[in-house]
T-cell receptor
């Protein structure tokens, strides 16, 4: 079965630094998402992306966050100036137009 | 406010016995409901969804879920559990008026199936 791949699996950064989390969605999918899960808490929606623009974002997705699909295959999440509370597992997901999401294995982001 | 509740942190079942993982929801309008499973070091995997139609939905790996509108529940079931079903199970509901993929997840229920 096709998979969503995320790199790196672990990312450690200093507070205030910029990080870019990378994802390769399934090739024929049109909808792309980022979710996060802070340790011990629920999986939370961050943003959805369709037709090269953000279709929806949550309150968590403030000006420090941005997403991009720089080429035909990658989908990235950038955090401009990381904070301690950004430490979480970040999941990328993609879907066709059928409500079925395929998730990557996640990137564990640790902000020190 | 829209929400999903999974009242059990953990469910323990003997292999071969039926299993139920509970989920209740609170959402405006008609709910779009989902179950996802997470195995260790893997992303969430889609199991099944309810959008409309028959209240009993069949999904992957022999799982099924029953939508009960009056009880606002969407419990996950399987007639005969396997050890390999041991994993973390998440119930989710699509945000009313939100785009595809804008889901609210429950906190997850750890299913442990013992031989």
């Amino acid at each position: 079965e096709p998979e969503v791949t995320q790199t790196p699996s672990h990312q450690v950064t200093q507070m205030g630094q910029e990080v870019i989390l990378r994802c390769v969605p399934i090739s024929n999918h049109l909808y792309f998402y980022w979710y996060r899960q802070i340790l011990g808490q629920k999986v939370e929606f961050l943003v959805s992306f369709y037709n090269n623009e953000i279709s929806e974002k949550s309150e968590i997705f403030d000006d420090q966050f941005s997403v991009e699909r720089p080429d035909g295959s990658n989908f990235t999440l950038k955090i401009r100036s990381t904070k301690l509370e950004d430490s979480a597992m970040y999941f990328c997901a993609s879907s066709a137009n059928n409500e079925k999401l395929f998730f990557g294995s996640g990137t564990q982001l640790s902000v020190l | 406010a829209q929400s999903v509740a999974q009242p059990e942190d953990q469910v323990n079942v003997a292999e071969g016995n039926p299993l139920t993982v509970k989920c209740t929801y609170s959402v405006s309008g008609n709910p779009y409901l989902f179950w996802y499973v997470q195995y260790p070091n893997r992303g969430l995997q889609f199991l099944l969804k309810y959008i409309t139609g028959d209240n009993l939905v069949k999904g992957s790996y022999g799982f099924e879920a029953e939508f009960n509108k009056s009880q606002t529940s969407f419990h996950l079931k399987k007639p005969s559990a396997l050890v390999s079903d041991s994993a973390l199970y998440f119930c989710a509901v699509r945000v009313y008026g939100g785009s595809q993929g804008n889901l609210i997840f429950g906190k997850g229920t750890k299913l442990s199936v013992k031989p």
